[in-house]
């Protein structure tokens, strides 16, 4: 600045007030000289709702307002009609309010504040995006999730990331209240039908109550009838005859007494009736689930005794020197059969068996006297494996499984132990699907890892 052309005045000889000088106690410069001051502000301040990203408006619209305020303003703005419009149609012109940022977006603005003031003050105590991070995080817990949306998508220090996560973390909600009502409305269609069929129930126990009551009530009102009638009766009569009369109209009070105690009784009797047919609907259903189990078993049975029989005319054949390449257990020629598990007794006699019909059986009791580290090392080369389920322990049943699906071994599972069942399984499996076993591929069979 250049000098001016006069000299200045001495101002330590003024009074001066204390804004004029500083706190060093230098001479200030005279007031026409000195530049005006320019208050310093700070430039962070809260976003409004047009300056927010168009994407999310969708998202704060949709979950800090409710579609009843919507109502009352959006049509303020627009040509909507307040009672006709949809719900969806308010939420998207609200939306576009929102993006075009005039006089509707100021008041969404305006409405988001007032409702959400107490979540603003608490928001603005956040000096960095780290610290509205963590309250953000803590109106999740809390489930207080549209005012901390709102104070955290305007607050001054709410970055691109930090409203990104914030919309995400929303978004994710939504799907998980979307199919937290699909299983809801699941269950309110059941619940639904449940009580139409209650109602309908009901409907027919008060039907047949009313019948009933209307039946009683046109017995009491004839039964009334008649004892007005012999009341009048007895009026006009002499008094000889009032003795008859007066028994004539007890028997009427008997018998009205007598009408209300069958109707009751009648009552008692459909009530307990209809509990019976429940009673008795639960039981018939039990019998037919007993029935269908015991006839599949049977099933079952009859089949393992069939294929016993024709074990046994086999053995026979064999024995009279007949050809015996038809017989049940012809399958099982030349090949390895490992069974595991069953009793000693039972297990003999399949060794025998399966000897006989020119095959091989390994057996291993499944650990009760025999290692079950042998198990794993006896089933690689063997065509395939066999163990009864009522008579093998969990352990041996699943290592046994584990194995013969790594060397794609070909496994079958026995209903018991006998020698029928067995007999049952190879006549079951047709000789074409033994033969494709034929020679198992190579194993990768380890000693210490199986």
């Known amino acids: 600045m250049h000098t001016p052309p006069f000299r200045l005045a001495d101002t330590t000889r003024l009074k001066l007030s204390g ?67 949809s719900d969806l149609e308010i939420h998207h012109c609200a939306v576009e309010l929102a993006i075009d940022g ?19 003050r608490r928001f603005d105590k956040a000096d960095d995006d780290v610290a509205l991070l963590a309250l953000w995080d803590e109106a999740l817990r809390n489930g207080d999730i ?29 799907h998980l209240v979307g199919a937290a009502n699909r299983a809801d ?46 009341t009048e009766l007895a009026t006009r009569r002499t008094p000889a005859g009032d003795a008859g009369l007066e028994a004539e109209l007890q028997h009427l009070r008997e018998k009205l007494t007598d009408a209300d105690q069958r109707v009751a009784l009648h009552t008692s009797r459909r009530e307990a009736a209809e509990q019976r047919v429940q009673q ?29 029989e024709q074990a046994t005319v086999d053995a026979a054949e064999d024995l009279n020197g007949a050809d015996t390449r038809r ?38 009791d499944g650990g009760v006297e025999d290692r079950k580290g042998l198990l794993a090392a006896a089933l690689p ?36 132990a006998s020698v029928a069942s067995f007999v049952e399984l190879m006549a079951r499996l047709h000789p074409e699907h033994l033969a494709q076993l034929g020679n198992p591929p190579a194993s990768a069979f380890c000693l210490r890892h199986g």
């Open 381 to 416: 080369g063997a065509n395939i494996v066999v163990f009864p389920v009522d008579c093998i322990d969990h352990d041996s049943m699943n290592t046994l499984k584990r194995v013969c699906e790594r060397h794609q071994i070909d496994y079958h599972p026995l209903r018991t």
């Open 280 to 308: 008795e609907q639960g039981a018939a259903a039990a019998l037919r689930k007993s029935r269908d189990q015991a006839l599949a078993q049977l099933k079952v049975m009859q089949s393992e005794c069939d294929a016993l």
């Open 102 to 120: 005039g006089a509707g977006a100021k008041a969404l603005h305006k409405l988001l504040d007032e409702h959400y003031a107490a979540a603003i």
């Open 185 to 230: 409305i699941r269950r309110l269609v059941a619940l639904e039908a449940e009580n139409a069929e209650l109602k309908e129930k009901v409907e027919r126990q008060q039907s047949r109550l009313q019948e009933i009551s209307m039946q009683r009530d046109a017995t009491i009102a004839a039964l009334n009838a008649q004892i007005a009638q012999l």
């Open 146 to 174: 549209p005012p901390a949306y709102w104070a955290l998508m305007t607050h001054p220090y709410a970055t691109l990331h930090v409203r990104q996560k914030a919309f995400g973390e929303l978004h994710m909600l939504s």
């Open 19 to 85: 804004d004029d000088i500083a706190d060093t106690g230098l001479r200030v410069a005279d007031p026409c000289c000195t530049p005006a001051k320019v208050a310093v502000q700070n430039t962070r301040r809260r976003a409004r709702l047009a300056e927010l990203d168009g994407n999310l408006h969708c998202s704060i619209i949709g979950t800090c307002l409710s579609t009843h305020e919507l109502r009352k303003l959006v049509p303020k703005f627009t040509g909507l009609d307040r009672r006709d419009a």
């Open 327 to 364: 017989a049940s257990l012809a399958s099982v020629r030349g090949k390895r059969i490992v069974y595991v598990g069953g009793r000693p007794g039972s297990n003999a006699a399949l060794k025998r068996l399966v000897g006989a019909a020119g095959g091989d059986l390994v057996v291993h």
